[in-house]
Nanobody, 123 residues
Framework: QIQLVESGGGVMQAGDSLRLSCVASGSTFTAYALAWFRQAPGKAREFVAAISWTAQSTYYGNSVKGRFTVSRDNTQNTVYLQMNNLRPEDTAVYYC????????????????WGQGTQVTVSS
């Protein structure tokens, strides 16, 4: 099965940019659709972005559309989340997730999850 490790989180100012990375191991990376979710304190987990295994299809949550970009490098077994124009409401733990089937926006479809990386944005 696939293992996922996120990195790149930190404490940022509103308007800053940040790139998260998620490195996969243990299985064929190209077999998986990948997604980013986030969870703020006291709130439900929220879909952020997803990308198909070919990278031809990408999806974004409404709150990040136009500011965040998901990409993947299948030669490096890595998926990225480029976050621009960060806002305080982007503060959350960001999780990388993998799905053997088609790319979806539903967290229940993702079987494999990383441990998360904290992103804090101050105003």
């Amino acid at each position: 099965q696939i293992q996922l490790v996120e990195s790149g989180g930190g404490v940022m100012q509103a308007g800053d940019s940040l790139r998260l990375s998620c490195v996969a191991s243990g299985s064929t990376f190209t077999a998986y659709a990948l997604a980013w979710f986030r969870q703020a304190p006291g709130k439900a987990r929220e879909f952020v972005a997803a990308i198909s295994w070919t990278a031809q299809s990408t999806y974004y949550g409404n709150s990040v559309k136009g500011r965040f970009t998901v990409s993947r490098d299948n030669t490096q077994n890595t998926v990225y989340l480029q976050m621009n124009n960060l806002r305080p409401e982007d503060t959350a733990v960001y999780y990388c997730a993998a799905n053997l089937e088609v790319v979806t926006t539903d967290e229940d479809d993702y079987r494999f999850w990383g441990q998360g990386t904290q992103v804090t944005v101050s105003s």
